[in-house]
């Protein structure tokens, strides 16, 4: 019994291989499967699953970076994105007692090569206790400018300095002097990209149409503790790179490759998940209408139109503005939709089956309806079966993706369809970041068709009709 | 005499035809009276045949014995219990006790089903048999009956894997799996080869004395049926014509119709082979929704009287012997044929030309 089970498998096996697309398909899942085992080793975030939406978990990675290999096919370059440790440091004791004060020196010399400026500089100071600041950028020509401040509870903290956000004035002030008269009057002093003018030569047009001069430039950070117990934690100097990583990172810093590989789970989770539950009701709902015919096959019939007709996308809207949109909600509702599409196949296949003598032999010898359904029916229709749940993998993950675009989806997961929205919503297509929306769409893509080939191979190798042999 | 294992009394299947709306409405119901009371009695441990042209309503008989199908109207007793409309236990136990043998030995068996599987079926359906082990036995056991042996090396196979003979055997033995006491054999040898034929039913005579069956064999086949059955019934448009031991009906009989049967029989026997016959009978069996009045054979008998279709239809009635006939001309069809027989002349065809 077991033996001819094995056979059956092993024909099928060998018919399967003679199918090109489908062996493509298998390979492609196989890929698929192992991004999943691997994704903690893949991904760079390991909590990016979790923390997607944790914009403290990705603060130190930069913002719109392009996917690394950019560099592999420009002349200019992005700057890449890198760490600089302190390159000397001094420390001064005064005071004793409560009054202790004691002052550190540093120095992040930084060398800019050519190419494009890095997207941001950002000064990361980890102090624990009252302390005051000042940092100091220090252009090769000279030109410097800085910023002061100070943390005043207690307790550890992390202070971020971003070039970007909080020096932007800073570098307008020491530049504009260099700057056309005319044009640094009526230019808006927070309308100028720091970063290419922090990287420029100081003459006129720094502002506008800027000559970015390589060299060493060096962050100097002055850093008063006061008390006994207040110390320095962590200094760093972060240069936030226009490149990063694999697939680069959207305008929330996030990493997208580790993004995708998130959603590889949950795009096979739900896929697979929505298609088995779907298929396994579609295929006994249409082998139990076929089989009981009569009125039981005329009212199935009727319930199975209501809800062919009834449309999916209006009901999935309301029901996420009754229920908190969950994936797991999504999965339950795309099976009751989904359910109908084998159904009619699986009827007349069943019809066509009933007839068999067999049938009326084993209610003969006394067997139930169930009986006949799950022995004699349900076997015969696995095939079919198997091939419909490949067939209908990509609808579900498509269905999941487009109602995550229109911002009905699971926000607590990452899916391929949440990264889509987030692009689109902050305008990513327009402002031309394709690293953020292609990948994720392809990987949509890619997937359905993973199914679809190994459905359309299945169905070739099940459906004599399809033989071309 | 023993006591009747079977009896059906005025047996009658009639199948609603599919209306349309407008003839709902107006009540308009038409129905194909496939079965149209029947009634005969079978004792225990006789082979009893059904015979008929097709679409005469013999399978549909076997059916209802089966209570594959409901039964419109009349009863049904099997040893003496009356099993007309019984449900669930009482069921179950008129399944065990009567069994069925299907025309077709290649479709009655699930092709994704081992011989294993189909036999162990109806002991897994009724629970039969303490575990495995004992019902592996018994299959070997019936196996070995049916004369699939090694068994070992058809438990394995599937059904497709077997000649038509050796299926039936199988089948036969599926049958027997839940020591039946009535088994309805519907055409059991009708799609096998003419060779391996009598050999089928040899073994199924053979079972049935060693085991003490009743069979009902169903058949379109007059030439099995004579060797094989002792009593036999002949049916036309859902009714009996004709009954009696075998030997009797089928030499002596008195029925137009009977004898238009035997007489469409070819025998293969030298100078008579390439003859077409005279067959003593005309038209086409009609609709069983449109039933003749009178006596139901009545447009296609060749000695066919007014009174047979102004008057109500023969009742069967016996002749002496257990034969019974329903024909309200067969004394003079009896002299006439006796004459025949010493004068050799072709009855059927003198009558013909006498009516035209």
Redesign the interface.
Known sequence: ?K??RFDQLRTFWAEFRRVKSGLVGLALLGVFILIVLLAPWLSPYSQADKRWRDMTYWIDSPRDARPLWVNWFTSRKYTETQTINAASSKETITGSGSSTMRIEEMEFPYQYKAGYPPNDIMIKLGVTGRSSYEVLIVRPDGKQMSYRGSTTIEGAQVVRLSVVETLASRVYAALAPSEDPAFAAQKDPTQIDPMSALFAKAQPGVFTNPVNVPGTYTVKVKLALIGPDAKLDTSQVLVMGGVSGILGTDDGKRDLWSGVVAGTKWALLLGLLTSLISVAVGVIYGVASGYFGGWIDALMNRIYEVFTSIPLLPILIVMSAVFKPSIWIMILVMCVFFWTGPVKTVRSIALQIKE???I?????????HG?ILF??LV??LLPFAFASMALSVPGAIVTESSLSLIGLGDATVVTWGQILRDAFGSGAVLKGVWWWVVPPGLAIAVMGMTFAFIGFAMDTILNPRLKTR | MSEPILVAENLTKWFPVKRSVGQVLRGNRTWVRAVDGVSFSIEKGEIFGLVGESGCGKTTTGKLIMKLLEITDGRLYVSGEDVTHVRGRALEKHRRAVQMIFQDPYSSMNPRFTIRDVLMEPLEIHKVGKDMKEREAWVREILNEVKLSPPEEFLVRHPHMLSGGQRQRAATARTLMLNPSVIVADEPVSMIDLSTRAEILHMMRQLQRELGLTYIYVTHDLSTARYFTDRLAVMYLGKIIEMGPSGTVIDRCLHPYTQALIGAVCEPVSGKVNQVKDVPIKGEIPAATNIPPGCRFHPRCLYAIPECWEEVEPKLVDIGGGHMVACRRHEEIERVGAAARTSEASLGIRRATRIS
């Open positions: 019994m033996g001819a068999n003598a067999y009326e032999a084993a209610r003969g010898l006394g067997a139930s009986r022995r004699h076997p015969q």
